[in-house]
Every structure is written in structure tokens, then in C-alpha cells.
């Protein structure tokens, strides 16, 4: 009986574990996925004839403050 009963609690703990890992996962990369865009952006800037304002110092310039 007691046998189940430390499964079980294991059982939670490792669910518990999963999703405390996948949580902190997302968190991290939506935090980080303005400055990736950024970064890509720059890239295709170069690539576009005409551009009203240049992307890569208006995003870059802002996330690169909080980094």
C-alpha cells in the first residue's frame, strides 16, 4: 500500500516538474522573441528597395536596453 502511495506522489512530482519546466521554457522565449525578430528583420531590410524607417535601429535600440 504504501509502495502505490510513494508512486503516486512520484508520479506528481514528476508531472509538476514537466510543467514548471515548460512554463518557465515559454516565458523565456517569448521574452526573447522580439529581439530574434529584430535581429532577422535587420537582415531582410537589406533585401527591400524601399523601407519608410529603418527597423533594425528602432527595435534593436529598445530591446538591446533591457537585455
Given at each position: 500500500m504504501r509502495q502505490h502511495m510513494l508512486n503516486g506522489?512520484?508520479?506528481?512530482?514528476?508531472i509538476a516538474l514537466v510543467c514548471l519546466l515548460g512554463i518557465t521554457a515559454y516565458v523565456e522565449v517569448r521574452k526573447d522573441l522580439?529581439?530574434?525578430a529584430c535581429m532577422?528583420?535587420?537582415r531582410a531590410i537589406d533585401k527591400?528597395?524601399?523601407q519608410p524607417?529603418?527597423?533594425?535601429t528602432t527595435c534593436c535600440t529598445t530591446t538591446a536596453a533591457s537585455a
Open positions: 506522489w512520484l508520479v506528481a512530482a514528476l522580439p529581439r530574434v532577422k528583420g535587420s527591400k528597395f524601399a524607417e529603418n527597423c533594425s
